[in-house]
């Protein structure tokens, strides 16, 4: 068997070869004539998957390490014999992480307190669940909104979007970007959405950039419609708006999901389908094993904050170093991206000496090590 994958993808490299012959391009380089002859691919969402590529080749499988499947024409995939698969929840920890330094970190700079604040979560899948959870965590209201789950649960646990829209203080995005069809997503915050704001939320985007009308968030933000906003999804991605970026509280370069355990749950997923597809063995995937982080260990009496779940959140990721990497130079947005650093989600960290035993049960729920 043939496989072509991103170079980019980790964790791949010396595994993937159990399973067949292995080529490795850049994303970029998934052009028609150089996947022609591939049985499987395995991507990420730089790259587009459709009639321009993939007409005339021998392409059965696409397996896309990512939870998002937008840049697959899932229509043409299904109408010409081709199996697509993606990774859902892979980064869900990940992403999880990410909001909850965003969260932390937005009210140090604006001068509030989390607790007590409303949360207001558009898209309630596996990243929203968890989004949901931490939120709760800090003490956080929290209103969910979820059209496709609401028809099919009929449940109380969501609102519409309205509810939102009048009562939230955070407004945060964990949508996939459809753009057609009942629950389409594409631009659903735009001018109508901004202008019938109930309050000035602060909002965040790192699900995907389409969602949010980048002139409309523009305006918003001139017009102090909005009182913030913490973006790591960008529509024309990777030439962003550079005006939208510096009017951000937060910008950075779409690396929510970038944990080096969300990356392996993708790598692992996308194996586990081209294994199953093929009718091949998948012992070769427990091959796959993250590194550890340096500093793993966490002395929760040395924290001097009276804030100490937050801090001990800041430790093992503060999104602040990466939108100083951003916007010291947003042309790198790609090479961000392609040779991000190691970062590890709560489970990689022990926290010592834990003296209060609500703390230690919080952190114990998000799945730290606790002593």
Not at 57 to 83: M, P, R
Not at 88 to 114: D, E, H, T
Request: with cysteine.
């Amino acid at each position: 068997m043939k496989i072509i994958a991103d170079k980019n993808i980790p964790f791949l490299k010396g595994i993937a070869e159990s399973f067949g012959e292995v080529i490795y391009l850049p994303g970029q380089d998934f052009t028609k004539e150089n996947i022609k002859d591939a049985d499987t691919l395995i991507v990420r969402t730089v790259a587009h998957f459709g009639r321009e590529n993939l007409e005339g080749s021998a392409v059965k499988l696409i397996c896309s390490a990512t939870i998002g499947y937008d840049h697959i024409d899932t229509e043409y995939c299904e109408t010409h014999g081709i199996t697509w698969k993606n990774a859902p929840g892979s980064n869900s920890g990940s992403v999880q992480q990410y909001i909850a330094s965003a969260l932390i970190l937005i009210a140090r700079k604006k001068g509030f307190a989390l607790r007590g604040k409303t949360l207001g979560i558009v898209g309630v899948g596996n990243v929203g669940k968890k989004v949901a959870y931490i939120a709760e965590l800090l003490g956080m209201r929290i209103l969910k909104n979820d059209p496709p789950r609401q028809e099919a649960e009929q449940s109380d646990e969501f609102v519409d979007i309205e509810t939102i829209k009048q009562e939230a203080d955070i407004i945060t995005f964990h949508t996939p970007l459809n753009k057609e069809g009942k629950y389409a997503t594409y631009h659903l915050a735009g001018e109508y959405f901004f202008r019938s704001l109930g309050k000035k939320p602060i909002i965040i985007n790192s699900a995907r950039g389409g969602i949010i009308d980048t002139s409309a968030i523009k305006n918003a933000i001139k017009n102090n419609l909005i009182s913030g906003a913490v973006i790591d999804c960008w529509e024309n991605e990777p030439a962003i708006d550079r005006e939208y970026m510096q009017m951000a509280d937060f910008a950075t370069p779409h690396i929510a999901g970038y944990s080096a355990d969300g990356k392996a749950n993708a790598s692992r997923m996308s194996l586990q389908s081209l294994a199953d597809y093929w009718k091949l063995s998948s012992d070769p995937i427990e091959e796959i094993i993250v590194p550890e982080v340096e500093n793993r260990v966490i002395d929760y009496s040395a924290i001097k904050s009276s804030e100490k779940i937050e801090e001990i959140i800041l430790k093992t990721y503060d999104l602040r170093t990466d939108h100083i990497r951003l916007i010291t130079d947003p042309s790198l947005f790609s090479s961000l991206r392609g040779n991000y650093p190691l970062r590890r989600e709560y489970p990689a960290y022990v926290v010592k000496n834990i003296d209060n035993q609500s703390d230690k049960a919080v952190l114990d729920s998000l799945g730290f090590g606790v002593e």
